[in-house]
């Protein structure tokens, strides 16, 4: 009997809803108070997951959800990279 691969689940901060990792996009704030989009799901600090959805980014942009998730003021410009991220290039991988 083969066993199958657990998938990571994580919990977007705005639906509430549980997903695969790869089906979410993690931003990040480090030590030094940047606040930066991390595509490699691997990078230090603490993290935010949101769905690869325009809908749920714009929604949280409006109830500055990552601003309380993350404990800081998130620059709208990390919004704006989500955004690109989903609309055009979503397989950067």
Known sequence: MVKKKKVPQRK????????PKKD????V?????EVF???TGKKNGRGAYLS???EVISKAEAANVLNRHLNTEVNPSVYD????IITGNDHEK
């Open 12 to 19: 977007c901060v705005m639906t509430n809803e549980m997903k």
């Open 24 to 27: 979410l996009i993690r931003v």
């Open 29 to 33: 704030r480090n030590k030094e108070g």
């Open 37 to 39: 989009v991390d595509l």
């Open 52 to 54: 690869r959805d325009a």
């Open 81 to 84: 990279e989500l955004k690109k």
